[in-house]
C-alpha cells in the first residue's frame, strides 16, 4: 500500500511514464498562430499575401528570426506551397533585445505580438476552389528566467482560386 503523503508523487511518475503528462512544458504552452490570406479570394495569376500572426503569452518572448545567440532556437516558417503556388519572399519583423537572467548578453527576440508575412504568386493553370496553405512555425518560448522545449505551430490557411472571367468577343451583324 502506498502511504497517502506519497501519493501524488507516484501519480505524477505513472502520467510521465505513461506519456500522458509532459516530461517539460513546451513552447506551444506559451504562443499561439493565427493565419489569414489577403486577399481572401485570387484569381490565378495574381498576388497574395499570407500573414501569420503569433501572439505570446505575457511575461514570454519567442527568439527571433536569425536569433543573435547560438543556444537558442529562431522563429521559422516552413512550408510547401501547393502545386501551381511560387514564394516570393517571407518578411520576418526586426526583433527587440530583451535581457533575460540566463545569458549576459540580450537575446533578439518577439515580444506580445508579431507578423510574419509570406508573399506569394498563384500560377495561371490553378484550378478554381479552396486551396489550403499548410505549414508551421517553429518557435521557441521564453521567460525571463527560463526558455520551454521548441514546438511547431501547425497551421493552415484556406485561399479561395477564382474562374478566370472569360469574355466572349461579340461577332459584327
Known sequence: MIPMNRLPLVLLSLGLAAGLLPAQPVSSTRVSVFGEVLPPR?????????????????????????ASAENVIPTEFSWSPPPGFTVIQIQ???????????????????QDEVQIVVDFKVG??????SVPLVGEVAVQACSDEVCLAPSDLPVSVPVDILRPIRLKKKTPR
Open 92 to 110: 520576418y519583423p526586426n526583433g527587440e533585445p530583451v535581457k533575460v537572467t540566463f545569458q549576459d548578453e540580450p537575446l533578439v527576440a518577439y
Open 124 to 129: 495561371n493553370t490553378v484550378t478554381p476552389g
Open 42 to 66: 485570387i484569381l490565378p495569376g495574381s498576388t497574395g499575401k499570407l500573414i501569420l500572426t503569433l501572439v505570446m503569452a505575457p511575461g514570454w518572448h519567442i527568439n527571433a528570426h536569425g
